[in-house]
């Protein structure tokens, strides 16, 4: 019988909700669902703080221990010695992991590290490089952060990007969604064009920038179709410590009656269900690696729009065709910010007026422009971002890292 071959996991705790926590969960599900008796899991699973913090066995071979944050160079050393991981693998922003990197020669005295990387813009980072060299495989769920690490480490990076699994987030019937609706907007708005925002109230969402575009949208709405039929569905924590009051500048804009706060964390059925009663799902991050929300926008035949920065460029636009999959929003101002870890790295922002008018254009489109766009959306996200597709990767790519790995060591002996 083949021993089975042992992950190391550091990255969020697979059962929480976050995006890279629950990317952690359908990788390794899919893993040990599609190659069964080949791997074993044992994941560190982080966050600031548990309400629980005992060991959690999903089964034999998935076994999760929630620590705050992501952990220390004696947890790893102990870790190490104790259960002799196969590979390490990494998932979150690399400045939560440089203590690990910087202690790489104790972990390569046991195995390989691997790293599920992103990075959201230009200019190329070059400043990361003692990070990628101390890494055996950098997978990249953007494409854009593939061109930069390929061009300089060719031998060691792949695209492997964020997936999610069909029964998650699909279309349902027009029947339901009319039902759906009128249970989530009320019987009073079943009408209304609904818009849906999925996201952290935090800066980098631009939140303040989404409520003023619709009160222009809703202003111009009532000037050219002479109503103001629609709403907007925002699926966040108004008052986020992270991000400003948006009940206040709800309020202060006057647009209180077309907002429905969606604050409570919920299931991913009722997801599914928010996108699926939504006519376009938008996002208009100055900063995005990824963006799963409007991924799962794209599953559900929803329309999005977002602008063409970080990873969410191949999303909205067509990576073979170059047709847009709902309304691609252009990057009109650019801004080079930095900090001491990050010294430089581009925001990209796409202007109110031109986040208004891609909704004016959504709208004028009518229903069944839409679902085409939709449709569109689906087939794309199905064939680009299909889960067995990047499942396959990482088993490829993580098994040929591990014989690879072992055969340098065993000939350097």
């Known amino acids: 019988m083949t021993k089975k071959k042992k992950i190391l996991v550091l990255s969020d705790h697979a059962l929480s909700t976050s995006g890279v926590g629950c990317q952690t969960r359908f990788l390794i599900e899919g893993l040990l669902a599609k190659y069964p008796g080949e791997w074993t899991f044992r994941q560190f699973g982080a966050a600031v703080k548990h309400s629980d913090y ?47 990197w910087e202690m790489e020669d104790e972990i390569h ?15 190329v980072p070059t400043y990361n490089s003692v990070l990628y060299e101390s890494t055996d495989l950098i997978n990249c769920h953007s ?7 390929n061009d300089m ?8 990007p964020h997936a999610l699994p069909d029964d998650l987030f699909f279309p ?79 309020e202060m804009l006057g647009i209180e009656d077309s907002i429905i706060f969606s604050p409570d964390r919920v299931e991913f059925e009722k997801m599914n269900i928010l996108h699926n009663i939504s006519d376009r799902v938008v996002n208009i991050s100055y900063a995005e690696g990824f963006g799963l929300s409007t991924l799962e926008a794209m599953k559900t035949g929803t329309p999005i729009i977002a602008p063409m920065t970080g990873g969410q460029t191949r999303q909205v636009v067509h990576c073979k065709t170059g047709e847009h999959n709902g309304v691609a929003l252009p990057i009109e101002f650019q801004s080079l910010v930095g900090s001491q870890g990050v010294p430089y790295i581009l925001e990209d922002y796409a202007t109110n007026e ?43 790519t993580i098994i040929d890292t591990i014989h690879n790995w072992k055969k340098a060591r065993k000939n350097s002996i």
């Not at 929630?66 to 004696?74: K, L």
């Not at 959504?362 to 067995?388: H, I, N, S, V, W």
């Open 109 to 123: 005295q046991v195995c390989p590290i691997a790293y599920w990387h992103v990075w959201d813009n230009h200019p």
């Open 354 to 396: 031109a986040i208004t008018n891609a909704m004016i254009k959504m709208y004028e489109m009518g229903p069944e422009k839409r679902q085409q766009l939709g449709d569109t959306a689906l087939e794309y996200a199905r064939t680009e971002f299909g889960m067995d597709k990047t499942v396959e990767l990482w088993n490829k």
């Open 54 to 100: 005992s060991t959690i066995s999903i089964s034999d071979d998935f076994i999760i221990k929630p620590i705050d944050g992501f952990g220390d160079p004696n947890l790893i050393r102990t870790t190490l010695a104790i259960e002799k991981p196969d590979i390490l693998l990494l998932f979150t922003d690399p400045r939560f992991f440089i203590w690990l």
């Open 172 to 250: 349902i019937p027009e029947d339901q969604k009319k039902m759906f609706k009128e249970q989530v907007v009320s019987p009073e708005r079943s009408d209304h064009f609904i818009a849906f925002w999925v996201n952290r109230n935090a800066k980098r969402k631009r939140p303040n920038d989404l409520l003023w575009s619709w009160k222009i949208f809703m202003d111009k709405l009532e000037e050219k179709h002479g109503h103001r039929k629609a709403s907007l569905l925002l699926h966040t924590q108004p008052d986020d410590q992270e991000g400003p009051n948006l009940y206040a500048a709800a």
């Open 143 to 149: 494409y854009l952060t593939y061109k930069f690490v």
């Open 153 to 160: 480490y060719p031998d060691k990076t792949n695209f492997v």
